[in-house]
């Protein structure tokens, strides 16, 4: 298929706008890192504020880490959005990435909840409470589910990045 050929049902490679990324190398995965590492990251502070010596430094830089994950996610969320556009509803594709852009948004809405509720609590002396520890644990595992559908889109189904024809062989 060619630029000037009218979408169909094997144009998911193609971005809907030269925003999404270049042809076959969408920017929505590199993107997602920044809110993966900085939340993996928060847990780990959340740990070493139980842990360690200095609670509330370490529960604060949590809460730091949280807000910058929530900004990547949405920054992330524009881009997989106009990736979504590009699949053809209807198909194991399009309905893959519906669960996977509904578990991510469960995810940033549980760390939002997460922040809002450790605001009044970075100075307490034993840490991260453990509810939002346990909070926080619950949203990085929908966020490893939603990866592992995320790696499905794109290795099992190549959206976005093989060719338009072999994206239609892979549909099922």
Excluded at 59 to 86: K, M, N, R, T
């Amino acid at each position: 298929m060619t630029d000037t050929q009218s979408p169909g049902a094997t144009d998911g490679k193609h971005p809907v706008t030269a925003l999404a990324g270049p042809y076959g190398h969408p920017f929505h995965p590199i993107l997602v890192t920044v809110p993966i590492g900085a939340w993996v990251a928060s847990l780990v502070f959340d740990v070493v504020s139980r842990a360690g010596d200095d609670a509330a430094t370490f529960a604060e830089g949590s809460y730091w880490l949280i807000g910058i994950g929530i900004v990547g996610a949405l920054a992330a969320a524009i881009f997989g959005f106009l990736d979504l556009l590009a699949i053809p509803t209807g198909t194991g594709p399009f309905r893959t990435a519906l669960l996977h852009m509904a578990l991510n948004l469960m995810v940033v809405a549980l760390f939002a909840l997460g922040i809002a509720l450790r605001r009044s609590r970075l100075d307490e002396p034993d840490g991260t409470p453990v509810g939002l520890l346990v909070l926080s644990v619950v949203a990085l595992a929908l966020l490893g589910a939603s990866g592992w559908l995320g790696g499905m889109l794109t290795y099992r189904y190549g959206v976005r990045v093989v060719d338009e024809a072999t994206q239609a062989a892979r549909r099922t």
